[in-house]
């Protein structure tokens, strides 16, 4: 079983819909979560990281971590066609400070 | 502030070629990290170092050498390419290992 599990999409959904990106995981005892956006033939850049569990909230953006369930969620409200992006989710390793990455989900707004 | 610079962008090298992609970041964070990433299989750590003169092997190391002589340096060495090494390769600095900077990422293909 992988560590981190994402559905790697696509997903299409129409401008202005509301857009939920999910990730589970595997080990109880991650604390530190990160969403990723990558535009295509670009680096990832990150768009939110949340400690423990709980909602974070950035403009359009929510971040939210449910820890009883190991399941992290990304939701865009207002979708834009400038969200068309691939997003990925990470978690933290404590033991070595590395990264765990999820898949990637390809994400596609139709206008 | 150029952030985190890989050069090149693009490369082809024949089958059993040796080459050095470089990586330089002027944010003087003490995490450097190398990954590569193909479709369908996100990110996958190659090497990593958590300061100058320290360096270790990631997921994927084979076919690869590091090291690290200065905080802001990080290259990555090709020892003999094989096809499998084809894929997009990225690098990443971070200051606390929990939000990490990428560059632009550098095309490999080995024919």
């Known amino acids: 079983q992988k560590e981190v599990e994402q559905d790697p999409g696509p997903l299409s959904v129409p401008e202005g819909a509301i857009v939920s990106l999910n990730c589970t995981y595997s080990?109880?005892?991650?604390?530190?979560f990160m969403w990723y956006r990558q535009y295509s033939r670009k680096g990832p850049e990150l768009l939110m990281y949340?400690?423990s569990s709980g909602n974070k909230e950035d403009g359009r953006f929510t971040a939210q971590v449910d820890k009883s369930s190991k399941y992290i969620s990304l939701f865009i409200r207002d979708s834009q066609p400038s969200d068309s992006a691939t997003y990925l989710c990470?978690?933290?390793?404590?033991?070595?400070?590395?990264?765990?990455w999820g898949a990637g989900t390809k994400l596609i707004i139709k206008p | 502030n150029a952030g985190v610079t890989q050069t090149p962008k693009f490369q082809v090298l024949k089958t059993g070629q040796s080459m050095t992609l470089q990586c330089a970041q002027d944010?003087?964070?003490?995490?450097m990290s190398w990954y590569r990433q193909d479709p369908g299989m996100g990110l996958r750590l190659i090497h990593y170092?958590?300061?100058?003169?320290?360096?270790d092997q990631g997921e994927v190391p084979n076919g690869y050498n590091v090291s690290r002589s200065t905080t802001e340096d990080f290259p990555l060495r090709l020892l003999s390419a094989a096809p499998s090494q084809t894929s997009v390769y990225f690098c990443?600095?971070?200051?606390?290992?929990?939000?990490?900077?990428f560059g632009q990422g550098t095309r490999l293909t080995v024919v």
């Open positions: 990443a600095s971070s200051y606390s290992g929990r939000v990490a900077f």
């Open positions: 944010m003087n964070h003490e995490y």
């Open positions: 170092s958590v300061g100058a003169g320290i360096t």
């Open positions: 080990n109880s005892a991650f604390q530190y």
């Open positions: 949340t400690y």
């Open positions: 990470a978690i933290l390793r404590d033991s070595n400070y590395q990264l765990i």
